[in-house]
């Protein structure tokens, strides 16, 4: 059973940066596609980057608003994906989830799309 854990949230100011992190168990971080949403209260969750696995030959996907802002990785000795936040502003609170699929290698910017999810970490941005 695939299990993910996020870590890392925390409260920071606006502009600044902070790094979450997806531990997974139960396969490795190189098999299948994986990504991370986010959902502010009172909206629906969000894609906000996402990664395939090694096997295919797609790229890192990352919704609009935090291109060029957020970079989406694996640590593949500490089977761990994940998400570097930069230039931070309060839009960005919300609590992120990780998410993993259970078939497809490439990644998707579709909830739906995901077999599996974490239970979240808090990013907070001050203004």
């Known amino acids: 059973q695939v299990r993910l854990v996020e870590s890392g949230g925390g409260l920071v100011q606006a502009g600044g940066s902070l790094r979450i992190y997806c531990a997974v168990s139960?396969?490795?971080?190189?098999?299948?596609?994986m990504g991370w949403f986010r959902q502010a209260p009172g909206n629906e969750r969000e894609f906000v980057a996402g990664i395939p696995a090694v096997a295919w030959s797609g790229s890192t996907l990352y919704a609009e608003s935090v291109k060029g802002r957020f970079t989406i990785a694996r640590d593949m000795p500490k089977n761990t994906v994940y998400l570097q936040m930069n230039d931070l502003s309060p839009e960005d609170t919300a609590v992120y989830f990780c998410?993993?699929?259970?078939?497809?290698?490439?990644?998707?910017?579709?909830?739906?799309?995901?077999?599996?999810w974490g239970q979240g970490t808090q990013v907070t941005v001050s203004s």
């Open positions: 139960g396969r490795t971080v190189t098999s299948r596609g």
């Open positions: 998410a993993a699929r259970e078939n497809y290698y490439s990644t998707s910017k579709m909830a739906t799309d995901y077999d599996y």
